[in-house]
């Protein structure tokens, strides 16, 4: 394609895409829009930080060749007053990934912010933001460290959509007839009115992108936020989708958080992510106090807006949090903060949000080695307190410097320390997968707890079982409630006996048939006084059908059963518990 002001360099080549994938050559030609107001500071700090990066990582073998592309202020010197050139778009798509700093939204009438027109013209549906801790970056949380999430926001439906109607205009009037007289709906004269549309192809695009990147990123988890539980139809439909989907195109990588519970007790299956759901108002608590539960997120549009700068406050504001609008393939990384005009050409604001697109962008590249370098040569770099002065004026003992000195310091903890960077990086991911294993374990051990912590009603058998505990038939009673005592549990499985059939003994078993029988528990076998058959419930059977079975048996614990085998057990204190921790609604 030839361009009217824009160059391609000879020396790079284009990112091919084959199949759906990104071919990324050594010498990838990679757009950059370097923005308005403090956007040219930023981004010649950032482009040498990210050349050092790439140099550092790869010995020279790989090197970005750079495209300048035009939006904004500077397209509009170049192209007649155009703000937004077509060619820019079309170098865009031709070159599949450009990063861009931030771009004045022109005041007057007719203007739309050339970001939203950005993202509608290349159909960059899916807003990634990654929003995790650098060390040493001021947060108001106690543990900043555990924050490690990617959320995927949907970019084009919702009520962004645009369908709206103002407040006595006569659409308004139109539709509000329309809904009252032929769809019997109800409410307050002169309301203005919008439509908020979520459709499964919106929903579903989104959504394969978010469990996509978790598979490609090995993340623990995918969770869909959603007001589903007001909104059926459309935050609630989300969800559904997002289960459909993850189902019918990820079955071999994923299982629902009602899944671990129920086949797996809690133990997480190596290489499967668990894909599970949350209430938009309850997420917003949990990212504060419970924020290592969340690794990628998907939603829709408004909860996305909102969710996106509420976690990226609680690691440093939005000032430092990278950003990506993305399509199928094409990718355009972002500074997230404006262009805060008044500190234009000072060489003074905080490059972070841009150079740590740039990163993110490293890694869609699958330049990972390079992506690492920065992301771990940035929090010593902070931590040493040589910071711009929006940090320094959070942080006592700082020393404040320049946009480009900011960038130097970066350069040469790269340059200087490449095996230590990395090494800084690794030690990182240790402690958070470390904080995974912990949080499993819990998961196994006290799931009600945990399910609890986690901000969700358990719903069936498999929610509330406790793993099981067994013993041999042949054992004796002693042994048995040794073994009982040590795990503070009232009753043990009895492994299948000669019949094949697997029983129960309970703490009521030595009451009646040792105590009461006056015999001695050295001498008898537990097949002896166990129980047989076993009650048994299915793991999806709802809590009042297992009260049910508990009350048609008269017994006090059932034992849940996957493929003929038990898995779990649930007990009367266990339903007890429920009622006590979450009171009790009629099941629908
Ligand atoms: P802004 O440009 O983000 O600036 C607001 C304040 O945030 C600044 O005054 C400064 O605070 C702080 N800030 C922003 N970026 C910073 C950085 N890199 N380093 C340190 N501090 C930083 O928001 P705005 O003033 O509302 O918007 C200005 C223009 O930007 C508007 O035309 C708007 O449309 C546009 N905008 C563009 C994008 C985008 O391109 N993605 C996004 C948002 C806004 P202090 O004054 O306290 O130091």
Redesign the pocket.
């Known amino acids: 394609m030839t361009y009217k002001h824009i160059t391609l360099p000879h020396a790079g080549k284009k990112i091919s895409v084959v199949d759906g994938a990104l071919r990324v050559p050594d010498n990838p030609i990679i757009g950059f829009i370097e923005?308005?107001?403090?956007g040219p500071d930023?981004t010649k700090a950032s482009l040498r930080v990210w050349d050092a990066a790439v140099e550092k990582a790869y010995a020279g073998k790989r090197k970005i060749h750079w495209c300048e592309l035009y939006m904004g202020e500077k397209a509009a010197g170049l192209f007649d007053g155009d703000y937004f050139p077509k060619e820019t778009l079309d170098a865009i798509r031709e070159l599949t990934i450009a990063i861009?700093?931030?771009?004045?939204?022109p005041?007057g009438g007719g203007f739309r912010?050339?970001?939203v027109s950005l993202r509608q013209a290349l159909d960059l549906y899916a807003c990634v933001r990654p929003v995790r801790y650098y060390a040493g970056v001021p947060s108001p949380l106690r543990r900043p460290e555990e924050v490690d999430v990617v959320i995927f926001r949907e970019n084009t439906e919702d009520v962004y959509a645009g369908i709206e109607y103002q407040s006595g205009t006569p659409e308004n009037e139109k539709l509000a007839r329309f809904l009252r007289e032929q769809m019997g709906a109800n409410f307050f004269d002169d309301a203005g009115l919008a439509i908020k549309p979520i459709s499964p192809f919106g929903s579903k695009r989104l959504i394969r992108k978010a469990i996509q990147y978790a598979i490609d990123h090995e993340r623990e988890s995918v969770t869909l936020v959603h007001k589903g539980n007001i909104m059926k139809y459309t935050e609630g439909a989300f969800r559904n989708w997002g289960y459909e989907l993850a189902k019918e195109e990820f079955g071999e990588h994923t299982i629902t958080e009602e899944e671990l519970y129920s086949e797996y007790g809690g133990k997480q299956p190596a290489g499967k992510i668990v894909i599970k759901d949350r209430i938009a108002d309850i997420i917003f608590q949990l990212l504060q106090l419970r924020p290592s539960e969340f690794d990628v997120i998907a939603t829709m549009n408004l909860n996305g807006d909102y969710l996106s700068d509420a976690v990226a406050a609680e690691v440093g504001g939005?000032?430092i949090a990278p950003g990506a609008n993305i399509s199928d393939v094409v990718a355009v990384f972002?500074?997230?903060?404006?262009?805060?005009?008044?500190?234009a050409n000072q060489n003074?604001?905080?490059?972070?949000?841009?150079l740590l697109s740039g990163a993110m962008m490293l890694e869609y590249m699958g330049w990972k080695e390079a992506a690492d370098l920065i992301n771990a040569a940035y929090p010593q770099v902070v931590g040493d307190k040589f910071v711009?002065?929006?940090f320094a004026r959070l942080m006592s003992g700082s020393h404040t410097v320049s946009t480009s000195a900011f960038a130097d310091a970066l350069i040469a903890r790269i340059t200087g320390n490449a095996d230590d960077l990395a090494r800084f990086e690794q030690e990182r991911r240790d402690a958070l997968e470390r904080e995974r294993k912990e949080r499993e374990a819990q998961r196994v051990t006290n799931p009600m707890e945990a399910m609890k912590e986690s901000g969700r009603r358990p719903t069936t058998a498999g929610g509330i079982m406790s793993p099981i505990k067994s013993i041999a038939a042949s054992a004796t009673v002693d042994k048995a409630m040794h073994q009982m005592r040590q795990h503070n549990i009232s009753s043990i499985l009895v492994e299948p006996d000669g019949s094949g059939t697997w029983g129960i003994m309970t703490q009521r078993d030595i009451v009646t048939k040792i105590v009461g029988a006056n015999k001695s528990a050295a001498n008898v076998k537990v097949s002896e006084i166990a129980s047989r058959p076993l009650v048994c419930v299915t793991s999806d059977l709802t809590l009042r059908l297992v009260s049910q079975t508990m009350m048609d048996n008269r017994v006090r614990r059932v034992v849940v059963e996957s493929n003929d085998q038990p898995v779990g057990i649930v007990s009367e204190t266990d339903l007890f518990r429920i009622v006590e921790e979450f009171g009790w609604e009629p099941e629908d």
């Open positions: 923005g308005d107001g403090i930023i861009k700093g931030p771009l004045t939204t005041i912010s050339l970001n939005i000032g972002e500074a997230t903060h404006g262009t805060a005009p008044k500190y003074k604001v905080n490059p972070s949000s841009l711009t002065y929006d």
